[in-house]
């Protein structure tokens, strides 16, 4: 039940935010709960910028995704072969360290190595378009 709280949680966490969340909610929620993931694994390879695919056509894309990583400068969003939306990705990171937090405060075993993974999230990015 702790893993369906967490979502209601991290649901209204985004929202709060006032940022275009809704595609990254469902990635996050589509592959928990069909079990494609976790979130710490999740979270590990969005560090290392590598997006995630639910299922064939369901999946967004970080910078290692891309043909050319250089320039990726949005976190893209698709359902089939279409692009349903994308948002900045400072929005991402923002995000994705709310994610991180609201995870940890659910599953505090697993906090350190969240919360490790969201501050190389930060740092991977930050380098590449500082704030």
Same mark, same amino acid.
Request: include cysteine; charge should be negative; aromatic fraction near 16%.
């Given at each position: 039940?702790?893993?369906?709280?967490?979502?209601?949680?991290?649901?209204?966490? +985004?929202? /709060?935010?006032?940022? @275009?969340?809704? *595609?990254?909610? !469902?990635?996050? &929620?589509? =592959?928990?709960?069909?079990?494609?993931?976790?979130?710490?694994?999740?979270?590990?390879?969005?560090?290392?910028?590598?997006?995630?695919?639910?299922?064939?056509?369901? +999946?967004? /894309?970080?910078?290692? @995704?891309?043909? *050319?990583?250089? !320039?990726?400068? &949005?976190? =893209?969003?698709?359902?089939?072969?279409?692009?349903?939306?994308?948002?900045?990705?400072?929005?991402?990171?923002?995000?994705?360290?709310?994610?991180?937090?609201?995870?940890?405060?659910?599953?505090?075993?697993?906090?350190?190595?969240?919360?490790?993974?969201?501050?190389?999230?930060?740092?991977?990015?930050?380098?590449?378009?500082?704030?």
């Amino acid at each position: 039940m702790a893993c369906l709280s967490w979502l209601e949680k991290l649901k209204e966490s +985004f929202a /709060s935010t006032g940022l @275009d969340y809704e *595609d990254l909610y !469902e990635i996050i &929620e589509a =592959s928990i709960t069909r079990k494609r993931t976790n979130f710490p694994a999740f979270i590990n390879e969005a560090s290392k910028g590598v997006g995630f695919s639910v299922g064939e056509g369901h +999946f967004y /894309s970080l910078d290692q @995704d891309w043909d *050319d990583p250089e !320039e990726f400068n &949005e976190v =893209s969003f698709f359902l089939g072969e279409v692009e349903t939306s994308s948002i900045p990705l400072l929005d991402y990171v923002f995000l994705m360290k709310i994610a991180a937090d609201v995870y940890s405060d659910f599953f505090p075993e697993e906090r350190d190595s969240v919360l490790s993974s969201a501050r190389k999230l930060e740092e991977r990015y930050s380098k590449r378009f500082p704030v």
